[in-house]
């Protein structure tokens, strides 16, 4: 299979217009903190819409017509976004010995063609429609980084130094506080400092990295940007780091320096993004990985829920919002929160996970004072099943269990895995260890099927992200 380039130019923009127009085009990002399964479920949502014959039966919004799909077609898409490696990405997961994709920091995207027509009714002696599909990874940190711009130099400085007296950050911090503490911001600006600046940028960019990394998965890092740099990566709007409040920061020095980079870093990183990109998104789902987070302890959950909520602010439209000062017209118009890797626990477990997301959400909601039509859906989900849930009586009760490869093992074994809380733990309840969720290796064997790549739940987020847009 090969994949087909949009053609660039004048007359492809006015197509993509005309598209719109007719609302032809859905636009789906896809986004979630990193290793929270957003090139993997890119790869099977493009998977199972390439096997048309298995998708969900999709019917008209106002008719409840039948729609038949005719076929479906991979394609670049038409803007100066870098490619989507679909097929070699897949190639990977069906490789004898298979591998997940590897990390990425920046914006992709794809675009599939769904051909298809109405069954019954007047529309089906019409012609043939298309709806195109476009799905766009991008790394949740970046919306981690939308509060800053609603925060001076010296506030945002000192929001960071005050999660730094807090462990585990106050043990990770010490190398960077240190280091910035010892330079005197007050001197004059020169190459010498710069040098200095770059060195201590580092040390915190490091810093941000440990608290992201085993064992912590901390997940509310800010900036966003200098954890996944995308084109970034380099540049003077990011070379900064939070410095202790100054009584008076003097024309031409290192204090007045980091000021103008962090200005900088608001309008030409964040606001660049929101403006260039996010205004152009029709749909949102953001993967949240709920398992992980649980296994990490308490400290990474309460992380996880104060990231969730910052991540919330973005879909807060209105004129006082933050968002009103990149783009005026509120388009996202349907958002989606699901729990990852639902194969690491078995199906009965399926209901636990998806009430505890939707406490989290909601919970995050309810603290920012989030009052928007756009109410957020929550879905669970495993976009390439690697488990199989099977029942074993043990001691006289029934278990269900999970029958899989994990990871550092070369055979499939049957683990009970422990269960998932349907509301988050009190702190009583999280205990020495309290949860350890394996992890599993994708099945070995997917390239001789000829089945679609086996999924939980992504047939009823298809449903939601793209059922109406069958016209
Ligand atoms: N068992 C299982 N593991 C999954 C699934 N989806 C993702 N994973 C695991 O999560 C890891 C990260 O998945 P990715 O899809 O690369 O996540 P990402 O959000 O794109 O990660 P970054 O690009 O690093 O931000 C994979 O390497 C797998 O170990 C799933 O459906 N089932
Ligand atoms: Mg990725």
């Not at 109405?118 to 298309?130: C, E, N």
């Not at 997917?446 to 009823?460: N, T």
Request: charged share 25%; glycine share 6%; net charge neutral.
């Amino acid at each position: 299979m090969s994949v087909v380039p949009e053609k660039s130019g004048r007359s492809s923009h006015l197509r993509e217009r005309w598209n719109r127009l007719q609302d032809r085009t859905v636009r789906i990002a896809v986004t979630g903190l990193s290793q929270s399964g957003k090139t993997n479920f890119i790869i099977s949502t493009v998977n199972q819409l390439l096997h048309p014959t298995r998708l969900p039966r999709f019917v008209r919004p106002e008719t409840g017509e039948k729609i038949e799909i005719l076929g479906t077609r991979l394609f670049q898409l038409p803007d100066q976004i870098p490619p989507f490696p679909y097929l070699e990405l897949l190639e990977s997961l069906q490789h004898a010995s298979p591998a997940w994709p590897l990390p990425t920091d920046r914006l992709r995207g794809v675009r599939v063609g769904i051909r298809y027509r109405t069954l019954g009714g007047l529309l089906s002696k019409g012609s043939d429609r298309i709806l195109y599909v476009d799905l766009l990874d991008y790394p949740g940190e970046w919306l981690l980084d939308l509060p800053i711009t609603g925060l001076t130099f010296q506030a945002w400085s000192e929001t960071v130094l005050e999660q730094c007296r807090h462990e585990p950050r106050q043990s990770l911090a010490q190398e960077w506080l240190l280091a910035a503490r010892g330079m005197n911001v007050m001197a004059p600006f020169s190459v010498e400092q710069d040098h200095a600046v770059q060195r201590i940028q580092r040390l915190y960019t490091q810093f941000l990295q440990r608290c992201k990394a085993e064992p912590y998965h901390l997940s509310y890092l800010q900036p966003g940007f200098f954890l996944m740099p995308g084109r970034h990566e380099g540049t003077l709007p990011l070379n900064f780091f939070p410095v202790p409040a100054q009584d008076e920061a003097t024309k031409g020095s290192v204090y007045a320096e980091l000021e103008r980079r962090f200005e900088a870093f608001k309008k030409q990183v964040v606001g660049a993004f929101y403006r260039d990109h996010f205004a152009a998104f029709d749909r949102q789902i953001v993967l949240v990985d709920v398992i992980t987070a649980l296994n990490s302890g308490p400290e990474t959950f309460r992380d996880m829920q104060k990231a969730l909520e910052v991540v919330l602010e973005s879909f807060r439209y209105g004129r006082n919002g933050l968002l009103s000062r990149f783009f005026s017209r509120n388009r996202i118009d349907k958002l989606v929160f699901a729990a990852t890797k639902a194969d690491h626990v078995p199906t009965p477990q399926h209901a636990n996970l998806r009430a505890l997301l939707d406490t989290m959400v909601e919970n995050a909601r309810a603290t920012i004072g989030f009052k928007s039509a756009l109410r957020p859906e929550i879905q669970v989900l495993s976009s390439l099943r690697c488990t199989e849930t099977i029942e074993v009586e043990h001691e006289g009760h029934r278990l269900s269990c999970l029958k899989g490869v994990p990871e550092g093992c070369h055979e499939q074994r049957i683990l009970y895995p422990g269960e998932v809380p349907a509301t988050p733990p009190s702190s009583d309840e999280w205990g020495r260890d309290r949860f350890d969720f394996k992890v599993f290796l994708p099945p070995v064997g997917l390239g001789s099927s000829r089945e679609p790549l086996p999924h939980i739940g992504l047939d009823l987020i298809l449903r939601s992200l793209i059922g109406d847009k069958f016209q």
